[in-house]
């Protein structure tokens, strides 16, 4: 028995990379798996094929025994997100996880960023991951209220870019970020109900990575990128067995799995009259909050 077993799972981006793998390893834990994939480019674009991605990821997962179907709705697709929980419960009966992965980047410094390449990437990371997200809580939701057990899991993918930054990707560091401070306000929203929501941040050699010019290992036994790395942090998410975590992320570098801190305030300046603050006080006051010497003793 998997950890995983007769869970019901959507996984977006399930063709390739990190999703593929992560449908791969729910899968193999016992879950029936939704592959949600539309077969893009890199950059987001219509690519030829006979079979698609999340095809071939269905007829790898079936021909290890498991369950899986193909789904090719666009997450960007508010009506359709619904639709796709709609056909799940329909199919398997239930649904108790969803994978937010899909994702494509358009990477160019901010000055040289044109408006479509800002929405379309924030349309399919951030109103992809909010719109299926929504949706199944919405389920869950309803179960809960007609008094049914709900153990509903949603994972989120977010990223270094997105809790860290990176220079020329102003649209998907944004996105990514939202991504994680989705997951904590879900979870607070979510928790009477039964369901919790977490977002993970995998270091991996996909396409992505690949563009910012990292790469996998290559030829060792075990390759501390691959993709597969994530896969398991993935699945004990999308299980019963964490439903006492929520609002987490979690970074997962190699064989490593990290907790991430959100926001934190610290230290702090007063007014000097103990009212409210004033410009002429702020040019020594914020200098003093961040340890920086007066002006004029910067050298001393």
């Known amino acids: 028995m998997g950890l995983l077993e007769g869970r019901v799972v959507i996984v977006t981006g399930g063709g390739r990379g990190l999703g ?16 949600n994939d539309l077969g893009l480019s890199l950059h987001g674009e219509s690519e030829d094929g006979s079979v698609s991605p999340a095809e071939e990821v269905v007829s790898e997962i079936e021909a290890a025994g498991g369950a899986a179907v193909v789904d090719g709705t666009s997450v960007t697709d508010w009506d359709g997100m619904a639709a796709l929980v709609e056909r799940t419960v329909e199919m398997f009966g239930d649904l ?3 994978v937010n992965n899909a994702g494509f980047i358009r990477d160019r410094m901010l000055v040289s960023m044109t408006e479509q390449d800002f929405d379309a990437v924030v349309a399919v990371h951030l109103k992809g991951t909010a719109a299926l997200t929504r949706h199944a809580c919405a389920y869950w939701r309803d179960q809960s209220k007609l008094g049914r057990k709900v153990t509903g899991r949603v994972v ?20 990514k970020g939202a991504i994680a401070t989705l997951a904590g306000l879900v979870a607070l929203e979510m928790q009477r109900y039964g369901v919790t929501a977490n977002a993970v941040s995998p270091i991996a050699a996909t396409r992505m990575l690949a563009s910012i010019g990292r790469s996998g290992a290559g030829g060792e036994a075990w390759d501390p990128l691959d993709p597969a790395n994530a896969s398991p942090v993935v699945a004990w998410l999308c299980s019963e067995e964490s439903g006492w975590l929520s609002g987490s992320v979690l970074r997962v570098d190699g064989n490593t799995v990290r907790r991430v801190r959100g926001w934190t305030v610290e230290g702090g300046y007063k007014s000097t009259s103990g ?21 004029g003793l910067a050298g001393a």
């Open 20 to 35: 593929r793998s992560h449908c791969l390893e729910l899968a193999r834990q016992g879950a029936m798996v939704v592959v």
């Open 96 to 98: 108790h996880a969803v």
């Open 156 to 175: 989120m993918t977010t990223s270094g870019a997105g809790l860290f930054g990176n220079v020329g990707q102003a649209n998907y560091g944004s996105a």
């Open 275 to 295: 009212e409210a603050l004033t410009t002429e006080e702020l040019g020594l006051g914020i200098r003093k909050l961040f340890g920086a010497a007066p002006l």
